[in-house]
């Protein structure tokens, strides 16, 4: 299992970045995947959730409204779409897969996962 994130970058506050996961060694819709940030001096924290086999979607309360995880199955590839950052939203970022799903507060710890990507840099700033 192999999962590679990119699309980090700088943007001004109110702007938008559309970061991508691509993935391999795993079927997309059967396992659960979310990313996850981590900004400098703080915790990881997850942002998205997106479970296996319905394809439900969850946010943290501070990114919602504001961003939108999807997947493209056919691509083996995970999006986050994220729309009016803020520069708290000034983090490293990271997808990560588990093989099963036992709810969103699950989904949110990072120890629930089981494959990680590499991360990458978010920064809002003017």
């Known amino acids: 299992v192999q999962l590679q994130a990119s699309g980090g970058g700088l943007v001004q506050p109110g702007g938008s970045l559309r970061l991508s996961c691509a993935t391999s060694?795993?079927?997309?819709?059967?396992?659960?995947v979310a990313w996850f940030r981590q900004a400098p001096g703080k915790e990881r924290e997850g942002v998205s959730c997106?479970?296996?086999?319905?394809?439900?979607?969850f946010y943290a309360d501070s990114v919602k409204g504001r961003i939108t995880i999807s997947s493209d199955a056919a691509e083996n590839t995970v999006y986050l779409q994220m729309n009016s950052l803020k520069p708290e939203d000034t983090a490293v970022y990271y997808c990560?897969?588990?093989?099963?799903?036992?709810?969103?507060?699950?989904?949110?710890?990072?120890?629930?996962?089981?494959?990680w990507g590499n991360g990458t840099q978010v920064t809002v700033s003017s």
């Open positions: 990560a897969t588990a093989h099963n799903w036992y709810g969103s507060s699950w989904c949110f710890r990072p120890m629930s996962m089981d494959y």
């Open positions: 060694g795993f079927t997309l819709p059967y396992y659960t």
């Open positions: 997106l479970s296996r086999s319905d394809g439900r979607t």
